[in-house]
């Protein structure tokens, strides 16, 4: 397999500055080809230094975010629907200044917003509206998107390959794609392959990350099986490094499970390039 290979920067958190510039820098020393960017704020001279230094360094890039507690699209409250919509177009604004050509993440609902109940055809409804606009802005800057399941600890709306790709289909949009976590997948499917190769030409994105979300290599999760399925199916899309640290609350993760970042990076982009041999 020749995929992009990438790495996640929610790893030094969700927001972004200039000292993650040198962070770059390294990523690319190491032999990665792209990075995921986290987009929360919409200042377009900011971006545009950081399209100038991913263009220096060669590095491709992919945008993502974060939809949390009052910015979610299948909020009863129309007012926080709308609200979300056009804060999710904003970050496309955003990913199209960096030439970024995929959004990636949750956009379908909030992150750790629940009823109490499972989600109802309204809420359903909804998403789907919510999607479609978004996918329609999408398109028109070139760009797709590449929607997440998480597991059922942080999302009700879907939290399984089966659920995501009915949602897909509903919104039955070209700009609108599917991702692939190994993490949530961990937790919900009963395998691993066979979820990656139900979701067919529809996915765009994969990112593998272990069941601690530490160094690749250091938990359980079975990546091997699903770079055997992408290989199987011609997946063309990246391939990324997803860990998170202490440095990204969202994630709850409360203790330190490798010595840097940097030695993560290097690792995991070891135990990859050892992984994509023989897929």
């Known amino acids: 397999m020749t995929n992009k290979l990438g790495m996640n ?28 960017i986290p987009i929360i704020d919409f200042d ?3 971006w545009q230094k950081w399209r100038t230094k991913l263009d220096e360094l060669g590095l491709s890039c992919v945008a993502e975010t974060i939809n949390g507690p009052g910015n979610n ?15 999710n177009k904003k970050v496309l604004d955003s990913a199209a200044i960096l030439g970024a050509p995929l959004l990636i993440g949750p956009i379908h609902s909030a992150l750790g917003v629940f009823t109490g109940a499972a989600a109802n055809e ?23 998107l590449g929607l997440e399941y998480l597991n059922r600890f942080e999302s009700y709306l879907v939290s399984c390959a089966d659920e ?13 794609k ?5 993490f949530h997948a961990n937790i919900e499917e009963e395998n691993l392959a066979t979820a990656v190769k139900k979701m067919g030409d529809r996915l765009v994105h994969v990112q593998l990350s272990e069941n601690n979300r530490g160094t ?35 994630a709850h993760i409360w203790r330190k499970m490798f010595e840097s970042e940097e030695l993560l990076t290097q690792d995991s982009f070891s135990y990859l390039k050892d992984l994509m041999k023989g897929a």
Request: net charge negative; hydrophobic share 45%; charged share 25%.
């Open 9 to 36: 920067l929610l790893l030094w958190g969700i927001e972004m500055n200039d000292e993650h510039m040198p962070v770059l820098e390294m990523i690319k020393n190491t032999g990665y080809d792209l990075v995921e």
């Open 73 to 87: 699209a299948i909020a009863e409250d129309k007012a926080e629907r709308q609200r979300t919509l056009e804060f």
């Open 44 to 46: 377009p001279g900011k």
């Open 216 to 250: 690749l290599g250091s938990g359980h999760v079975d990546f091997k099986s699903v770079t055997n399925a992408l290989a199987e199916m011609n997946y063309q899309g990246a391939i990324t490094v997803e860990a998170f640290s202490t440095k990204l609350s969202a």
């Open 122 to 144: 309204e809420e359903k409804k909804w998403a789907v509206e919510q999607l479609y606009s978004l996918a329609d802005h999408a398109a028109s800057l070139d760009i797709k």
């Open 178 to 182: 599917l991702m692939f976590d190994t």
């Open 164 to 176: 995501l790709i009915e949602l897909c289909d509903r919104v039955a949009h070209p700009a609108c």
